[in-house]
């Protein structure tokens, strides 16, 4: 495509020559649709259009030019034209699929789908490849909602041509809108029954098993489209992801790393790579990826937020605070980042602005349950029980019967010296859900140094 940019055909300059002179110009039909082509090519649309006009005149039974120029009419959103056109195509040519082709997309254009799906079933026996006709036809349906119909089709392209990657695409795109995460690995796992080669296939076999948590085997159907194609940087930058969902952060780095195109700044890459760092505790070295994305992407929140949080865990706690302020600036609708603020606020023991800003966070997502919890954990922190117990008793009002937030009343209660309601609370909280206990004690760590805590912890196991 680069070269048929740079590449002046003949044609384009002996047109362009006479033209200038207002001269006559005589091509055969191949010679004027090069003309044509080149233009399309340059996305020189006006022009396209202004030499098919005149090739009609010098071959006005022309199939070939007659429907470049409904192609071109389409273009200029003068669809019943291109329309009209087609039809007296139809007429000289009844057996031309591209005929149908062109409909189909005018059709879909007009967002007339069901009429686009129709078109181009006309034009699947006669196409030179069948497969993309089927991917049109897929798309059809998926503009019209019907994803079963979406993934028949995607599935009858892929038949006909394992390595459509537009297929393949498409079809990763409907399982994740949709959340069919089995549905998705027992589909590539088929496509590479039938293609073992396939990068894609087991490319998106890799975010299929990321996507169901399974990171492990994620990580394996990753390595095979890496041993496909050891340039595949999307599979590279999903082999990161995983290995840092399994903690696995030093690795992680070096497959982002290589994800990475020599002399490419992507941010979000970068992003990636520090937020290892950070996960590894090397908070400078983190800082330092976070800033480099902060100057590629001025927008992008998390980075600024990202230093923010490594200014904390150096201690640099005053210093954190413009960051995280900047970071929400750029996403004022982002609540971890008023919980992040509001919790920064309360190390540097400025109460009223920590509450304030945690109040702002709850005013902006009251059925953010995790937001009711940190904020009572932070008060907890603080010693601020019966605060703590005022904020998890609203939250009541919003989420009655959530044990979760029983829980944290219980650790409150106990951490606040107030043991008998304390054992109430948690005695509640288990018989909803017995499950609960672990996410307490990751939460308030200090009540395995709480005796009465205990006590009624091993009661609830008698």
């Known amino acids: 495509m680069e070269e048929q940019l740079h590449h002046t055909p003949w044609q384009v300059k002996k047109y362009e020559e006479l033209a200038k002179r207002n001269n006559s110009v005589y091509f055969d039909v191949?010679?004027?649709?090069?003309?044509?082509?080149?233009?399309?090519?340059?996305?020189?649309?006006?022009?396209?259009?202004?030499?098919?006009?005149?090739?009609?005149?010098?071959?006005?039974?022309?199939?070939?030019?007659?429907?470049?120029?409904?192609?071109?009419?389409?273009t200029f959103n003068q669809e019943n034209d291109a329309l009209n056109l087609l039809s007296r195509i139809e007429h000289l040519e009844p057996t031309n699929y591209d005929i149908y082709l062109t409909r189909g997309a005018i059709y879909s254009q007009l967002q007339n789908y069901q009429k686009a799906i129709d078109e181009?079933?006309?034009?699947?026996?006669?196409?030179?490849?069948?497969?993309?006709?089927?991917?049109?036809?897929?798309?059809?349906?998926?503009?019209?909602?019907?994803?079963?119909?979406?993934?028949?089709?995607?599935?009858?392209?892929?038949?006909?041509?394992?390595?459509?990657?537009?297929?393949?695409?498409?079809?990763?795109?409907?399982?994740?809108l949709?959340?069919?995460?089995?549905?998705?690995?027992?589909?590539?796992?088929?496509?590479?029954?039938?293609?073992?080669?396939?990068?894609?296939?087991?490319?998106?076999?890799?975010?299929?098993?990321?996507?169901?948590?399974?990171?492990?085997?994620?990580?394996?159907?990753?390595?095979?489209?890496?041993?496909?194609?050891?340039?595949?940087?999307?599979?590279?930058?999903h082999k990161g992801y995983a290995l840092s969902l399994l903690d696995r952060h030093q690795e992680a780095i070096g497959a982002y790393e290589a994800s990475l195109a020599e002399g490419e700044a992507d941010?979000?890459?970068?992003?990636?790579?520090?937020?290892?760092?950070?996960?590894?505790?090397?908070?400078?070295?983190?800082?330092?990826?976070?800033?480099?994305?902060?100057?590629?992407?001025?927008?992008?929140?998390?980075?600024?937020?990202?230093?923010?949080?490594?200014?904390?865990?150096?201690?640099?706690?005053?210093?954190?605070?413009?960051?995280?302020?900047?970071?929400?600036?750029?996403?004022?609708?982002?609540?971890?980042?008023?919980?992040?603020?509001?919790?920064?606020?309360?190390?540097?023991?400025n109460f009223e602005k920590a509450k304030q800003t945690y109040e702002t966070a709850l005013e902006k997502d009251p059925a953010d349950e995790e937001t009711w919890l940190e904020y009572a954990e932070a008060l907890a922190n603080m010693k601020e029980f019966d605060y703590a117990l005022t904020i998890l008793n609203r939250g009541m009002d919003i989420f009655p019967g959530k044990n979760n937030i029983l829980y944290a009343m219980a650790a409150i209660l106990f951490l606040g010296n107030k043991p008998d309601q304390g054992a109430f609370c948690l005695e509640e909280a288990f018989a909803a859900n017995n499950q609960g206990l672990e996410n307490l004690l990751t939460r308030f760590p200090k009540l395995k140094e709480n005796n009465y805590f205990m006590d009624a912890l091993e009661n609830l196991s008698c």
């Open 120 to 176: 181009y079933c006309k034009a699947v026996a006669g196409a030179d490849d069948p497969d993309y006709v089927y991917c049109n036809i897929a798309i059809e349906y998926e503009n019209l909602g019907n994803f079963d119909k979406t993934l028949e089709y995607l599935d009858k392209a892929l038949t006909i041509n394992p390595d459509n990657d537009l297929a393949i695409y498409e079809a990763a795109y409907c399982f994740d």
């Open 30 to 74: 191949d010679d004027f649709e090069e003309v044509i082509d080149h233009y399309v090519i340059r996305g020189q649309y006006k022009e396209a259009l202004d030499v098919s006009d005149y090739a009609a005149e010098m071959h006005p039974g022309s199939v070939s030019l007659m429907l470049k120029k409904a192609q071109l009419l389409a």
């Open 178 to 237: 949709l959340s069919l995460t089995d549905e998705g690995i027992t589909f590539f796992q088929k496509l590479i029954d039938k293609n073992p080669y396939s990068t894609e296939a087991w490319f998106n076999l890799g975010v299929s098993y990321i996507n169901a948590g399974l990171y492990e085997k994620a990580l394996e159907a990753l390595e095979y489209s890496i041993a496909i194609d050891h340039n595949h940087e999307h599979s590279w930058f």
């Open 267 to 349: 941010a979000m890459k970068l992003y990636y790579i520090g937020e290892c760092h950070e996960k590894l505790e090397d908070y400078p070295k983190a800082i330092g990826f976070y800033t480099r994305c902060s100057k590629i992407d001025p927008q992008m929140a998390d980075a600024w937020v990202g230093i923010g949080v490594c200014e904390i865990e150096m201690g640099n706690t005053d210093n954190a605070i413009k960051f995280l302020k900047h970071g929400l600036s750029l996403d004022e609708e982002n609540v971890s980042y008023l919980c992040l603020l509001a919790n920064t606020y309360f190390l540097l023991n």
